[in-house]
């Protein structure tokens, strides 16, 4: 597969083994891999300084401008999966007295615990008032992202 590269002939094994150790083996589809070897990631991370999310770009090239080019990275040697009890909401069926356009009332439908990874985004969710208890009403007007998220 890689004649020029003997390190990248033991990857298979390697990657089979890191998939094994984090989906377990009722998981796994196919032990058949295609490897890519590439001469960069960009790593995305949040910045500790002010919170802003940064981009790195490692390189990795054993021929960058006639020399070796390695980059290091930094890694979690004692990764954690964040998790967070949600409150799920369902569209309901009560509309308010004053209804306007793209209205959109939610009710309380139950409660599970998700990974905070597929978080997409916060959203602002606003008690009805008048109405049944449990009901709020979104909020798609906090900012553009929001608004275009919710399908305006």
Not at 66 to 85: E, F, K, S
Not at 108 to 116: D, H, P, V, W
Request: with cysteine.
């Amino acid at each position: 597969m890689f004649p020029d590269n003997p390190i990248l002939h033991t990857l298979t094994e390697d990657i089979s083994n890191v998939i094994r150790q984090y989906l377990g083996p009722s998981e796994i589809i196919s032990t058949g891999y295609k490897i890519i070897p590439y001469k960069c990631v960009h790593v995305h991370y949040t910045s500790l300084e002010d919170w802003k999310v940064e981009k790195y770009i490692a390189c990795c090239n054993p021929s960058f401008h006639g020399h070796p080019r390695y980059d290091c990275i930094l890694i979690n040697t004692n990764p954690t999966v964040d998790m967070a009890l949600v409150q799920w909401l369902k569209e309901a069926k009560w509309k308010p007295k004053t209804y306007w356009k793209n209205c959109q009332v939610f009710e309380e439908k139950g409660r599970s615990i998700i990974f905070l990874k597929y978080v997409v985004q916060a959203c602002h969710m606003i008690p009805t008032f008048g109405g049944p208890d449990r009901m709020y009403y979104l909020n798609d007007m906090v900012d553009a992202d929001t608004f275009l998220c919710c399908g305006n």
